[in-house]
């Protein structure tokens, strides 16, 4: 369901859209590649006296890293279409090969957060970075799946993991009765 139309009429001013795609590899291992797109709804003028064009991307910025089957990172390339400081921004990208050899799993949005904060890196490719371990989740959830005997000993890593999928919700006790655990009564 969208939200609903806003009863006050608005101006639109901004756009940002973020898109993730994951990819199986013939040689067995994954990539993810992030994007991130900037632009205004109204054309703007530049500090060099030329106009910036309405629906024009003024980030426009990549970000692909390759994993394994553990989560591990074993690639990183950024690439920039469109930066507003041009080449004084693109000369971060080779910093972000330091992604190489974190873990998607272990604590890597706050890794990631201390390795490039503020000067160290570029808030865009970083931002973009944030999405990754949420999406290689999703990209490996069939790739993770484990024989019958495994699933029932070891209780599945997406549990607890959201509202939904509490170990006191009807999610679980439906899809996960083995992990379910009744709400505790408060008594009152």
């Not at 199986?24 to 003028?45: C, H, M, Q, V």
């Not at 570029?122 to 959830?141: F, K, R, W, Y």
């Amino acid at each position: 369901m969208p939200l609903p139309i806003s009863p006050i009429s608005r101006e639109a001013l901004h756009n940002r859209a973020i898109n993730v795609h994951s990819f199986k590899r013939e040689d067995g291992l994954w990539d993810l590649e992030a994007e991130l797109i900037d632009t205004k709804s109204y054309p703007f003028d530049k500090r060099d006296g030329t106009t910036h064009a309405a629906g024009k991307p003024f980030h426009h910025m990549h970000l692909r890293i390759t994993i394994d089957r553990t989560f591990t990172i074993l690639e990183a390339q950024v690439v920039y279409d469109a930066a507003p400081y041009g080449e004084n921004c693109v000369t971060i990208a080779p910093a972000y090969q330091n992604l190489v050899g974190m873990n998607l799993l272990k604590s890597f949005r706050q890794a990631v957060k201390e390795r490039y904060a503020r000067t160290k890196g570029c808030s865009h490719i970083t931002e973009l970075a944030g999405v990754l371990p949420t999406v290689a989740l999703q990209t490996m959830a069939n790739e993770r799946a484990q024989p019958e005997d495994e699933i029932t000993q070891k209780k599945p890593f997406q549990l607890e993991g959201c509202h939904a999928l509490r170990l006191d919700g009807p999610v679980v006790e439906e899809f996960y009765p083995k992990w379910y655990v009744a709400p505790q009564s408060t008594g009152v």
